[in-house]
């Protein structure tokens, strides 16, 4: 299947107030968690079923917020199930849930993963540090000046980096922050990023 078939961008744009750049922005945010939502999910099948509904919850509205419908509703079906406390149930439903995903997630990855360079796949040597640091005191001077534009082409441009220890945890806090738009969050984190690498 192609995206079209995954995402109804109408759907989607009326979410974001029919702002192309803004749902391109959140469907890239949604993309970056998938794993780790798909990860709690099926941590927690039929060992945690509170958190298990608390993560297909999530699943759902960040589905329907950028137009995926037809997995929304299918988070929508696993959350009802367990609300229900439906064990066959959730056992029916939850895995072609996670095979729907596996698909999406493929096509996504053609979108945002850049060709050749995957987020998160160069690892970062002694001669890339002065380079990185430039970029994070661009970084947080964009964001000094409101200019929040520049601030996410910069996080962009980090995310080929392969950051591990505390930086990993701190790059993981500036990117959730600047997509939340908390952009003191994000600043305060490049500044101790800046500091740690």
């Not at 540090?129 to 947080?140: A, D, Y």
């Not at 995310?159 to 994000?186: H, K, R, V």
Request: net charge negative.
């Amino acid at each position: 299947m192609s995206m079209g078939d995954y995402v109804d961008r109408q759907a989607g744009l009326n979410v974001t107030g029919g702002d192309p750049d803004l749902l391109k922005e959140v469907t890239k945010t949604y993309w970056s968690n998938l794993d780790r939502e798909m990860e709690t999910i099926q941590t927690n099948l039929n060992t945690n079923l509170e958190e298990y509904i608390i993560a297909v919850h999530g699943l759902k509205s960040t589905s329907r917020a950028i137009g995926a419908m037809t997995l929304g509703d299918m988070a929508y079906e696993c959350e009802m199930a367990g609300k229900a406390g439906d064990t066959e149930k959730i056992n029916a439903l939850t895995p072609p849930l996670i095979e729907y995903v596996k698909g999406f997630k493929a096509e996504l990855d053609k979108e945002f993963s850049d060709a050749g360079t995957p987020a998160g796949s160069l690892e970062i040597s002694d001669a890339d540090i002065p380079e990185i640091k430039t970029k994070l005191r661009k970084l947080v001077a964009a964001l000094n000046d409101y200019d929040c534009d520049t601030a996410e082409d910069v996080v962009d441009e980090l995310e080929q980096y392969a950051f591990t220890g505390e930086a990993a945890d701190l790059f993981e806090n500036m990117c959730d922050a600047i997509a939340s738009f908390d952009y003191d969050g994000c600043r305060e984190s490049a500044e101790v990023l800046i500091g740690t690498i």
